[in-house]
């Protein structure tokens, strides 16, 4: 029997969504707050730019969350399956 709770990996997609527009977002208002004077359309594509650039700096660390994720998941399976063989074993 594996680990019987619900797969995190949509969790984790969610995240990095919302992850992504809170950076947008934050670096779109500095540089509104920054260059008042620019159109919005290139406040947004420069936000957009940057954010994507930042983005691709940290995606690992995002990357190494899921890969513990997977890890552990794993690591449970493979005690639970120990347990199972080990009480099958106590039992006469």
């Known amino acids: 029997m594996p680990l019987d709770y619900s797969q995190t990996c ?9 992850t992504k527009k809170s950076i947008r977002d934050w670096i779109e208002s500095l540089i509104v707050d920054l260059c008042p004077k620019l159109p919005d359309e290139t406040m947004s594509k420069m936000a957009e730019e940057e954010a994507d650039g930042l983005y691709k700096e940290i995606r690992g660390c995002f990357e190494s969350v899921r890969l513990d994720n997977e890890n552990m998941r794993k690591e449970a399976d493979r005690q639970i399956e120990y ?7 106590l039992q006469p």
């Open 10 to 18: 949509s969790n984790i997609d969610q995240q990095i969504k919302e």
């Open 83 to 89: 347990l199972e063989d080990e009480i099958c074993d």
